[in-house]
Structures are given as structure tokens and as C-alpha cells.
């Protein structure tokens, strides 16, 4: 059988913003090659967005819950000291394990972690291989574990380059004018060594065991984009005003720089396989590269993260990939079962990523297996834990230091083990919340902030904040802001977004706009730019919403839901083929975004294209078979109008809808509690408790259920209205429970007419009617109109309560033909009491 030879490369924080123009320019002509020649597209990552923990999950196919590397640091095995992430955090199989197994033979350089060295059928060579001090005077010796086999140190010892040996030659192409820093106040030149060196050493110890040994397939990772950047990416152009000009003249090139030389060793990789060998490069992340760098870290753990973007890089080419064309939906996780389908190898049922079939020319059937890591069997792995030395990996703590990622460990040895115990567990909260297991992760934040001190306990308020805010428990959110105010005075101007959203959610629409545009004139992020978009969304000032959107875009380009927001916008604005054009750019960026899809769908239906429709809204309720309730609903629509085209006036179908649910609404004293004893006497059972008794107001009863008034808070008791009318009034339809179907029977009245009404009822004056509620009356009537199309299990129909009094058997007629049930009609004409019209308007 023939082996399919495979080389895995993983660019790390490689952005298609800056690869983008290096194209165009003809500066990545390795890459482009790759990318004319095979398939390409974003990679999207995972949160928290940690390197040693996303390059485990490209290796493994699994979430860090899964896959257990959970940092950049992790506690020694006798619990007594920490240390640099190792092999030994990994407690699931990875692709070379596996390819091991079944007999391949596999080479491994620089991927982080794989120290110690796994005794794989081949070579690895792991990250501690390219460490080396940088005083000159020290010696270097390459770790026993570092290497396997042992004897292959003596082959590559030599290949390691020193950054003390790194000349002007090698600088110059980056930094042109190196000879004007002064290297004694600035060490930028001796950070750009160190990174520059690491990864010449990496390069070298790869191309010499791609050439001299056997293989089938080969994984090499770089760090050295993702470092350049956390030294250099604030001096990129353009050029921000805090940087100063002289550092800006200096530095501007090495971004650039890095890329280019990054492109040249992939050439020289490239050059050593043949046509029959597939290619895959691969970055975990993006670099953040525009107007949203960030000049001053944050302190707190892993801060530099905040600059990674969302989607990294993916680039493909091989015989049995397909040739120049763009690929969608890819995630880091997606990688392993990937190439296990290109070696004919069945995918384990427990990995959480995908094979991307989308990129073979012959994708073949995928094969499954319940789980490689309950296969017995040689799968080359270590067999026990091995000694190493606790805080006294000097080299590869300093680099995580300086880069920002980790703190520098406490000098009391309890208190570093106490802090790396607890951001284990808090990267590991995080990731449940990346995977939206917001129980758990409560679960753990809420341990968390039992610990004692010194442990920081703000992160662990942030996240807990997130995800009350997420279940609309505003006043837990509250809490949790203010106890976040009282830890640090900066959180009174920072927390614009999670204070927004509690006024949202306590009603103060006006109050969180308002705090999001002060926010706005401070800093003018994509971020604030969308907040403020679903607020005038939320409103119905859809060409606000428009104007802000299309900021978010001008600002942010390629954020999959800024552009599903501004679709959904353009449907409401009625401009239905920029709409779909806007949702499928949207789908382009994440393939998997089932409210694409939907808006997709929405805007096709309005064009007459049905049959597209129907692939747009199918493909949104597989994304999200549980909770997509209007995509079913959609669907039934959108079948009905396939078999016999319908005219859905006033979206009346006059068909019995199987279990529907009939409700009653209107503005407060315009007829309902008239239409829902009409419905009563008609046949239609109510669901109604009787708590609010009649009075002079409404003599006949009001028929209210109690729970209605907390629709926005829970709508799970709605089942029990199916078959039955309920009364909701307008400003709670917007919360009733999408899993329904729904005829609407809405009252209208004349508006001054109603606001007598209530005045009477409360006690207040009727010759003189508030300007104000009646313009905020008629807000909530458009509000109501947009709505109602954009719901697809609902039909409503509008009845003049006037027309119910003075034509009763004409609205008689028109409700039991909405309804599609027959009705009492003589038993409803009964309850119409002229004499109860008391506030006519003049």
C-alpha cells in the first residue's frame, strides 16, 4: 500500500492581513505557489487562545478539556515546584502516536510541547533543542530527553545557531539601520537575535531530517512570526501615534521581514520533497496589525493573547487536493482527522474536530473508530514520567517571561505552585466557555475565587460576569461589576460593554446607548462600533444600525457576525440582494454560522428564489438542530409556498396550524380581554388563572395568565398554551418561545382612543392626551410590523376593535378563517357589548 507523504508546518500567529499584500507583491513566492497550486483559507481558533495548548489540539483533534495541556507552564509530578509545559501534560494520543501505531514513520521538529522526546517510529526533535543562553560564556548542552533517538543528537548537535553568532548580515534585511541603536539602552536587537537564532536552528534540524532520513510524515513548527510580533508589531506600519517616529524608522521592517524570511525557508522545504508529497501550513491565530494594537499590556496572565485575531491561516496542496480554490469552516481541531482520512485511517469518534473533505479532489468515505486512546497496542509513547528539574528550566521561563506569558514565578516556592494551580484551572474554565459549557465553567470560576491570597482574583470576576450577563441574570452581573469596581478603580471606565448590556437587560435601552457612545468618542473599536448596532437594530432604527454595522466592517473586515448583523439589517431595510450578498460574505468567513445561513435564507425568500432558500434555511437548522426553532419554522413556510405559491397577506394563512397556540395582544386597552371572551365562548380554551378579578374597568374579566409577565424572563411554560388563546401583551411578544407556532390575533384602536382609556382607568386627566406616550405607542406598532415578518412561526392578523362592534359578523368571519378551526360565532357575537365603548375618540 502506498504511503501518501505528508508535511505538516505550523506558522504560529501567521495572518492572512499581512500575507494578503506580501501576495500581491510577489514577496511570498513559496506560498503562492502553494496557494495557485492547492486550496486555501482561514483557520479559525479556540479559546483561550494559548499556543502550547492550541498546537496539542492541531496534533490531537481535541479541545485542552480533552487533550490536557492547559497553559505554558504546568505543576512538576510531585506537586512540590512548576515548570514549562511538557510531553507528560498530554493525556491523549497524537497523530504521530497513532501513525506510529500502524506503522509509519513519522518526524517531529520543534512542536511545542514535545518535550520530553516521545519514542516514535523516527525523529523527534523537540522545542528545548533550539534553547540556547544568550551569554556566550555558558554552555549549552542538549537535554537527554530532548532528542529520539538519542543517537541522532550527535547529527544534529552542530546545526544550532547561537545568538550571539547572529551578524549585521543577518539583521540588516530587517532592521536596515541597525548601526544607530544604541545596544546597551535598547535590547530590541538582542530579543530580535535570540527569536531570529531559534528558529535558523529549527529550520536547519528540520531540512537536515527531511533530506536524511526516511519518513512519511513530518511536522515542524515556528514560533518565530508570533515572537517578532509581540517584540515588533507596534512599530508596523501604519504608524500609530504613541509610537515615536525614530522607533517607528527603525523597527518598521522587521514585520515584513519575517514573513519574507519565513516564505524563503518554506522554499527551501519545498525543494526537498516531491511532487507527490501534500503540503499543509497552518497557523493556531491571527496578529492583531491595525489601529486595535495594544501598546501597554494588561497585567495579568497571558495578556499578550489580546492581540492574537481570530482566524489564522490554512494553505493545502497535494495530489489529491483540489487546485486553487478557497476552503471555509476550517478550525484548528479539524487538522488530525484530516490527515488520519489522508492516510486511510479512521477518525476517533471522541475527537471534537472534523474531516475537512472540502479540500480533496476524491474526499473518499471517512472511516470511524470509538476512540484511538482505548486501542491497545505500540503507540510510542513514554512510559512513565521522568525526573526534570522544577523552576530550574532557566531558558525556556525567561523566553515565557519576556514574552509576557507567563509572570515570573514567585520566590516562595507555595505561592508559585498556588498560582499555577489556579490559572490551570482558569484557562481550563475558559475553555468551557469557548465551548459554551457555561455551567461548568461557573462551576470552576466560582472554586476559584474561594482561593486565597495573592491569587488575583479579577479575571476569575471578569468571567463570571460574562456569563451571568449571558443568562441574563442582570443582578448577579451587577454584583459581580461592582465587586470588580471595588478591586480596581480602572474598571469604573473599562466595563462599558458589560454595563451596557446590564441596562439592556434592565430595560435602559437610552441609557446603554448612551454609555456605548461616550465609549465610542474614547476609543473607536469594532466592538463598541456592533454594540451600538444591535442597539439601533434592537430599536428598529434600521438605518442607523446600517451606518454602524458598515462601521464595525470598515474597522474589522473579517468578523463573520458583523457582517451577519448588517445582513439581517438589510433585510429589514427591504434591499434583499446586497442582503444575501452580505450573508454569504459572512459564510465565506465561518462556513458552520448557522444566523448566516437564516439571513441567507430570509433575503432569497423575499427575492422569489425558494429553492436556495430552503438550502439556506436547512443548513441553518442542521448547524443548530436544538434551539433553531425559526429555521423549522421557515421551512414549513417555505415548503408550503414550493407546492402552491402564497399571497401571505397580513401573514394569514387561514389554515389550522397542528398544536398552535392563538394569542391575543394589542397595545393595553384595546380590546383584548374582549377578544379573548369572545375566543372563550367561541371553542377556543384559554389558559388563564383567574388572579385578576374584574373590576369597572374591564366588568367582564380580564382572562390573564400571571406568568406572562415574566415572558422575558423564562417562556418554558409555553407549551402549555398550545390548543389555546393566551393574552401577551405587545411590548412581551418579542420573548414568546420560538418552538411554537403561533396565529396572532392583534387589536387595534385608535391610539387616542386608548391612551383615554388608560388615563381613565389610572385616574387621570382625558381632555389633554401625553405626546409622548402616544409617539412611543406608535414606535411599538412599527416595532410590531418588523417583527412579524421576521419571525417564521408566526401569524398575525390585525383586528379593529371599532370594526368588532359596529361589523361584528365580518370580523366574526375573518377570525375563524385565521384560526382555521370552526368557531361559535353566535356565542362570540354575544359578548359584544356596545354600551362598554366609552371613550370614543372625538
Known amino acids: 500500500m502506498k504511503k501518501n507523504k505528508l508535511v505538516l508546518i505550523g506558522w504560529d500567529a501567521a495572518d492572512w492581513k499581512i500575507i494578503g499584500p506580501l501576495l500581491a507583491k510577489g514577496e511570498m513566492p513559496s506560498l503562492k505557489k502553494l496557494i495557485d497550486e492547492g486550496v486555501y483559507g482561514n483557520m479559525s481558533t479556540m479559546n483561550p487562545p494559548y499556543s502550547p495548548m492550541l498546537w496539542t489540539s492541531v496534533a490531537t483533534g481535541k479541545t485542552p478539556d480533552k487533550h490536557g495541556v492547559l497553559g505554558f507552564i504546568e505543576l512538576a509530578p510531585d506537586l512540590k515546584g512548576v515548570r514549562p509545559v511538557t510531553t507528560n501534560s498530554r493525556k491523549t494520543r497524537a497523530i504521530w502516536n497513532i501513525l506510529h501505531n500502524k506503522g509509519y514513520k513519522s518526524n517531529l521538529v520543534g512542536w511545542w510541547p514535545s518535550f520530553p522526546a516521545e519514542p516514535i517510529n523516527g525523529v523527534v526533535i523537540s522545542e528545548k533543542f533550539q534553547k540556547i543562553q544568550k551569554d556566550p560564556k555558558k554552555k549549552n548542552p542538549i537535554h537527554p530527553d530532548a532528542i529520539h533517538p538519542k543517537k541522532f543528537v ?60 526516511e519518513w512519511d510524515f513530518m511536522a515542524v513548527y515556528y514560533d518565530m512570526i508570533d515572537h517578532f510580533c509581540h517584540a515588533f508589531m507596534k512599530y508596523h506600519p501604519p504608524k500609530l501615534k504613541e509610537v515615536p517616529l525614530r522607533h517607528y524608522e527603525l523597527y518598521k521592517d ?54 492574537h485575531r481570530q482566524f489564522g491561516m490554512f494553505v493545502a496542496k497535494g495530489p489529491n487536493i483540489k487546485k486553487n480554490e478557497k476552503v471555509f469552516g476550517l478550525g484548528l481541531i479539524d487538522i488530525a482527522p484530516t490527515l488520519l482520512h489522508h492516510y486511510g485511517l479512521p477518525v476517533g469518534e471522541d475527537m471534537d474536530g472534523k474531516v475537512a473533505l472540502d479540500i480533496f479532489k476524491d474526499p473518499g468515505e471517512v472511516q470511524y473508530i470509538k476512540s484511538w486512546d482505548e486501542e491497545s497496542g505500540d503507540f510510542g509513547e513514554l512510559l512513565k514520567e521522568r525526573e526534570t528539574d522544577q523552576l530550574t528550566d532557566n531558558e525556556t521561563m525567561e523566553q515565557l517571561i519576556e514574552l509576557g506569558y507567563i509572570e515570573r514565578p514567585e520566590e516562595k516556592i507555595e505561592d508559585a505552585i498556588l498560582k499555577t494551580r489556579c490559572d490551570l484551572k482558569h484557562n481550563l474554565a475558559r475553555v468551557y466557555l469557548g465551548k459554551k459549557d457555561y455551567e461548568e465553567a461557573r462551576r470552576i470560576l466560582l472554586e476559584l475565587i474561594l482561593e486565597p491570597e495573592p491569587i488575583d482574583l479579577i479575571p476569575y470576576y471578569m468571567d463570571l460576569l460574562t456569563i451571568e450577563i449571558k443568562f441574563s441574570n442582570f443582578d448577579k452581573a451587577q454584583e459581580y461589576l461592582d465587586k470588580l ?17 446590564i441596562l439592556l437587560g434592565k430595560g435602559d435601552i437610552k441609557g446603554a446607548l448612551e454609555l456605548l457612545m461616550n465609549a465610542k468618542e474614547r476609543k473607536s473599536s469594532p466592538e463598541i462600533w456592533f454594540q451600538i448596532a444591535k442597539l439601533y437594530r434592537r430599536t428598529s432604527q434600521f438605518e442607523k444600525a446600517r451606518a454602524a454595522f458598515e462601521k464595525t466592517i470598515e474597522l474589522e473586515s473579517d468578523r463573520a457576525k458583523y457582517h451577519t448583523g448588517l445582513a439581517e439589517v438589510l433585510v429589514r431595510l427591504g434591499e434583499y440582494e446586497e442582503a444575501a450578498e452580505t450573508a454569504l460574505t459572512s459564510i465565506e468567513l465561518v462556513k458552520y454560522y448557522p444566523e448566516a445561513h437564516y439571513t441567507l435564507g430570509e433575503a432569497l425568500e423575499k427575492l422569489g428564489d425558494f429553492e436556495n432558500a430552503k438550502l439556506a434555511y436547512e443548513t441553518a437548522k442542521r448547524l443548530k438542530p436544538k434551539t433553531y426553532h425559526r429555521a423549522e419554522k421557515a421551512l414549513e413556510n417555505i415548503e408550503e409556498k414550493l407546492l402552491s405559491p402564497l399571497e401571505l397577506k397580513d401573514k394569514e394563512s387561514k389554515k389550522y396550524r397542528k398544536d398552535q397556540i392563538v ?28 388572579k385578576r378579578a374584574a373590576d369597572e374597568s374591564n366588568p367582564k374579566g380580564y382572562y390573564e395568565y400571571e406568568a406572562v409577565m415574566a415572558l422575558h424572563k423564562d417562556n ?36 387616542d382612543e386608548v391612551i383615554k382609556s388608560q ?39 390585525y383586528i379593529d376593535y371599532k370594526e368588532v362592534l359596529e361589523s361584528p359578523n365580518k370580523m366574526l368571519d375573518k377570525i375563524e378563517a385565521f384560526i382555521g378551526l370552526p368557531l361559535n360565532k353566535v356565542a362570540m357575537g354575544r359578548c359584544i357589548d356596545k354600551s362598554l365603548y366609552r371613550n370614543k375618540s372625538e
Open 759 to 797: 388615563q381613565k382607568m389610572i385616574g387621570k386627566r382625558t381632555d389633554t392626551l401625553p405626546i409622548s406616550l402616544l409617539n412611543a405607542y406608535q414606535e411599538q406598532l412599527n416595532h410590531i410590523e418588523v417583527w412579524k415578518e421576521r419571525e417564521p412561526g408566526v401569524e398575525l392578523v
Open 485 to 501: 469596581r471595588s478591586l480596581n478603580d480602572e474598571f469604573k471606565h473599562t466595563t462599558y460593554f458589560a454595563e451596557s448590556r
Open 254 to 307: 522587521v514585520i515584513v521581514g519575517a514573513y519574507k524570511f519565513q516564505d524563503m525557508m518554506l522554499g527551501r522545504m519545498l525543494d526537498l520533497i516531491d511532487e507527490d508529497t501534500t503540503v499543509v501550513v497552518v497557523s493556531d491565530h491571527g496578529y492583531e496589525s491595525g489601529a486595535n494594537r495594544i501598546l501597554e499590556m494588561p497585567k495579568y496572565p497571558a495578556a499578550p493573547a489580546l492581540e
Open 663 to 690: 394569542l391575543v395582544s394589542g397595545l393595553p386597552r384595546s380590546g383584548t380581554s374582549l377578544m379573548m371572551q369572545m375566543l372563550d365562548k367561541g371553542g377556543i380554551n384559554t389558559l388563564t388563572d383567574g
Open 716 to 751: 418554558s411554560w409555553m407549551e402549555k398554551a398550545q390548543n389555546k388563546s393566551l393574552k401577551v401583551v405587545a411590548p412581551l411578544l418579542k420573548h414568546i418561545n420560538p418552538e411554537f407556532r403561533y396565529k396572532i390575533i392583534f387589536m387595534k384602536r385608535d391610539l
Open 154 to 213: 550527535q547529527k544534529i548537535r552542530d546545526l544550532r545557531l547561537r545568538p550571539y553568532e547572529v551578524t549585521g548580515q543577518h539583521v540588516l534585511p530587517f532592521v536596515p539601520n541597525a548601526a544607530q541603536i544604541n545596544q546597551e539602552k535598547d535590547q530590541s536587537l538582542s530579543t530580535f537575535s535570540k527569536i531570529l537564532a531559534e528558529n535558523v536552528s529549527v529550520h536547519s534540524a528540520a531540512t537536515y531530517t527531511m533530506a536524511n532520513t
